[in-house]
């Protein structure tokens, strides 16, 4: 939200310095992202720690001056000749600003023009280029007129980006002030939490200030009188669910004139970030900004007309199944038959705290006003703005929560700026229905409570005193405090909950800066181990110390996207209710899609991608509100297996083996034993170049190449991607909790090559099994390091080679017992295989 100075001013002295209210700002939780200034000075840098943007006035150069005469130019039809008064002398000026031209020609002026001008050397922004270009004001001649100076848009200083026109000041503007003295401005822009919307408007911010200084806040007043004839039998309010629509206030002004805002309301308006649009339109959206009640204007005489003469029926209900809206925006909506809207009995006016409907709006031939101000639920406002995909300034304040006791007071305001800037009558009374009545929460709090959560000593009195400068009413019993929550805000809880929230208020306004630090005074809590995270946590650190990259990836995701991989038509998906994306509308049931989708953007930009994850998936139970929840863990490879160095040019990509050995490797370091891996066919694998991981009877993941036509969907390089999915639950029930440790052998080793002949179908993982079995523990490592095919062995054979490494923890082996042990190995190679031992 962008709050300027001079509006905090209006209901709180100030008399700090810009970033010493910045922090203050901050400190109470409203974040200060950046201060803008319009004209004020800049700060010390070196003297903050926040971003100040924006133009400083130069006091001698830029000044309010009037215009007392607009003559035609010459030789030029766009252009005038403005006689100025600077407050130090009479100059004519040049200018081409087409808000002047009816003043043109009419002589002295009766009512002098009150403008912001610049004189020669003046540093201002470029009106005519683009964003914000700093540029000196100097002498130069357009058409035979020498010009020096001008007279500024609200885009030269700073304030807008209007630059179709000068500004014209107010009437009350002093001849020859400083523009900066007279105007000169500072916006904050403050990033409002969601459990904070009661301060996205100036008198919430000015509140803040207020109770942390300890100065009185001044509320806005009326000023106008509501001496009308009476709204009683005017207009009537039929509310269909209380729930939705809590309160419903409405109000009426009779004779007013749409008409150009005052100045000084314009300029407010666009630095809070808001386009003036007329002085009806732009009271609702002033009082808002002010109050933080959202309001909406009605043409009162378009309503009649609708009720064929007779006085309007306002009702709030659902749409009607296929009942649509054009609204203000000029889109013709069709409406969901949750959405709540504001109806009279000949149809739909608006969609209820989005946003207005075309038909009724405020226009330059409107003369009656009907205003509303109302409460509407959250939780609906939320699905409408998500269903219609429309975001407006109420919305925002309506979709957090608005206290219904604000509906009233903002009505009561905004007919009272109407009045004073378009004129007219304010109708005697107000029409308000309150079905449902807000209860704020009267919460207990003592001493105790405080100095337990906080560690600062306050009695009851201080207590009070900081809860009272924040509107609370409180009384004091010894050493309790009972606080009843002030009628603007919905977010203090009660019992437990509302301790907490005036524990936050207390600790806010004592300062969180100077609160002690103190040594926890209570009991530690048990420390209990979690040994699934733990395990989790080896496994990651595991994998990435074998040279993998973490990644984590959205769990959201849609049908369309997973289908490249999964290929399953019409799967069911766990659907969200209000996605934040037509892309993120549905709970994942693969991770490995996931992950795919990063590598295929990171493979534009890597020459070599080693990913992982882990996290869930999502699968639906039929007849079962809560989904099945996994846990996954998958891996992609892709690319070279050793990019290029100094030292070495581009290696091999990654394959099969690659993937293999390091699933191997974390298994190892795991101490999950044994681990086959056996061929599988699979639908997004690679034929032949694709297994499972098994341990006993469990499988517990599959890997392997992908499969070329998958591929084919993702924008990858012609390198092979591989890829694996393995049951991240099962891997850690594996992990055992205790594993047997060698010490670092100090006896040499024997070591020793055989090579064995064995059917083609026999995998190499069952012959190093029954190699580990015969040799026992004192065969230390196995090492396959070739295979043979061909004639001299016979069709349907291979002829493996494995290095043997033998050693014994307590002595030096002999050749003797070496020689036992390979003749163990080779009868048991013999017996389960039907192995023969090759000696060539």
């Not at 209901?11 to 700002?25: C, N, T, W």
């Not at 357009?142 to 885009?155: D, L, N």
């Not at 009505?411 to 704020?440: H, T």
């Not at 993702?714 to 390198?719: D, H, I, L, N, W």
């Amino acid at each position: 939200m962008k709050v300027p100075l001079s509006w905090l001013k209006d209901y709180v002295d100030i008399d700090m310095p810009l970033h010493e209210i910045a922090r203050a700002l901050t400190m109470l939780g409203l974040e200060v992202d950046e201060v803008r200034l319009v004209g004020l000075p800049m700060p010390v840098q070196e003297q903050h720690e926040f971003r100040f943007t924006g133009l400083s006035w130069e006091t001698d150069k830029i000044v309010v001056a009037q215009i007392n005469e607009v003559m035609p130019h010459p030789n030029a039809d766009r252009l005038v000749l403005c006689r100025l008064y600077d407050g130090t002398q009479e100059l004519v000026i040049l200018t081409g600003a087409p808000n002047l031209y009816p003043y043109k020609g009419q002589g002295a002026l009766e009512k002098p023009l009150k403008v912001a001008y610049a004189r020669e050397g003046a540093k201002i922004y470029d009106g005519h280029q683009p964003g914000q270009v700093l540029t000196t004001l100097k002498r130069t001649k357009i058409r035979g007129f020498e010009s020096f100076s001008m007279v500024c848009s609200e885009k030269e200083l700073g304030i807008s980006d209007e630059h179709e026109g000068v500004i014209i000041l107010d009437d009350d503007a002093p001849t020859g002030m400083p523009l900066v003295d007279y105007m000169g401005d500072a916006v904050f822009d403050i990033s409002i939490l969601p459990n904070m919307i009661r301060n996205a408007c100036i008198v919430g911010v000015a509140r803040e200030l207020a109770a942390l200084t300890n100065k009185p806040l001044r509320k806005p007043k009326r000023t106008q009188p509501m001496d009308g004839p009476s709204i009683e039998g005017q207009v009537a309010i039929q509310i269909t669910d209380s729930n939705l629509n809590p309160r419903f206030v409405v109000g009426l002004l009779r004779g007013a004139v749409p008409r150009p805002s005052p100045y000084w309301v314009q300029r407010r308006l666009r630095l809070a970030g808001m386009r003036p649009i007329n002085s009806i339109v732009d009271a609702t959206n002033y009082v808002m900004l002010e109050l933080g009640e959202p309001l909406h204007a009605f043409d009162y005489d378009v309503l009649v007309k609708r009720a064929d003469g007779k006085a309007p029926t306002i009702i709030t209900r659902a749409a009607k199944q296929g009942e649509v809206l054009t609204t203000l925006d000029g889109i013709e909506r069709k409406l969901d038959d949750f959405t709540i809207l504001v109806c009279d009995t000949a149809g739909a006016l608006s969609l209820a705290g989005v946003m207005g409907g075309l038909e009724s709006e405020v226009t330059e031939q409107t003369r009656n006003v009907l205003l509303e101000g109302a409460t509407w639920n959250f939780i609906n406002t939320r699905r409408t703005v998500a269903a219609q995909k429309l975001s407006s300034e109420a919305a925002y304040r309506f979709a957090r929560g608005i206290h219904p006791a604000l509906a009233l007071e903002g009505v009561e305001l905004g007919l009272d700026r109407m009045a004073a800037w378009s004129g007219g009558q304010i109708a005697a009374g107000f029409v308000d229905a309150y079905p449902k009545p807000a209860v704020d929460p009267v919460v207990t709090l003592s001493e105790a409570d405080v100095q337990r959560h906080l560690g600062i000593a306050l009695s009851a009195k201080q207590i009070a005193a900081l809860l009272r400068r924040l509107e609370f009413e409180c009384t004091v019993n010894g050493s309790v405090v009972l606080a009843k929550t002030p009628p603007h805000r919905l977010d203090i809880g009660s019992d437990v909950v509302g301790q907490a929230d005036l524990i936050e208020e207390i600790a806010r306004h004592y300062g969180y800066d100077v609160i002690p630090e103190t040594r926890l005074s209570d009991s530690l809590p048990p420390q209990r181990g979690n040994p699934l995270l733990d395990r989790e946590e080896q496994l990651r650190d595991t994998l990435v110390n074998l040279g993998l990259q973490e990644i984590v990836t959205y769990r959201l995701t849609a049908p369309e996207r997973e289908a490249r991989l999964l290929e399953v038509a019409n799967a069911p998906y766990v659907e969200l209710a209000n996605p934040i994306a037509p892309e993120r509308r549905v709970l994942r049931r693969s991770l490995l899609a996931s992950v795919l989708e990063v590598a295929e953007r990171n493979s534009r930009l890597s020459d070599r991608l080693a990913l992982f994850e882990i996290g869930p998936v999502f699968l639906p139970v039929a007849e079962k509100a809560l989904p099945v929840e996994q846990a996954r863990l998958a891996i992609v490879l892709s690319g070279e297996r050793n990019p290029a160095a100094w030292d070495r040019s581009a290696g091999e990509p990654y394959d099969f083996y690659d993937l293999k050995g390091i699933l191997e490797a974390l298994f190892d370091a795991l101490h999950i034993n044994p681990v086959e891996y056996l061929p599988i066919e699979h639908s997004y694998y690679h034929p032949g170049k694709c297994a499972r991981i098994c341990a006993g009877e469990t499988t517990f993941g599959v890997f392997g190449e992908l499969h070329p036509l998958v591929k084919e969907r993702y924008e990858f390089g012609s390198a092979p991607v591989l890829a694996a999915e393995l049951d991240l639950s099962s891997i850690l029930d594996l992990m055992p909790e205790r594993y047997e440790t060698r010490a670092v052998p100090v006896f040499p080793p024997v070591l020793e090559d055989i090579a064995v002949v064995v059917d083609e179908n026999v995998p190499a993982e069952r012959v190093r099994a029954v190699i580990q079995q015969a040799g026992g523990k004192l065969l230390t490592e196995i090492r396959l390091f070739d295979i043979f095919r061909g004639s001299q062995i016979g069709a349907g054979k291979k002829s493996m080679a494995y290095s043997l490494t033998y050693q014994a923890p307590d002595r030096t082996m002999t050749d003797q017992e070496a020689a036992q042990v390979r003749q163990r190995i080779i009868r048991r190679l013999e017996q389960e295989l039907g192995a023969k031992i090759r000696s060539q």
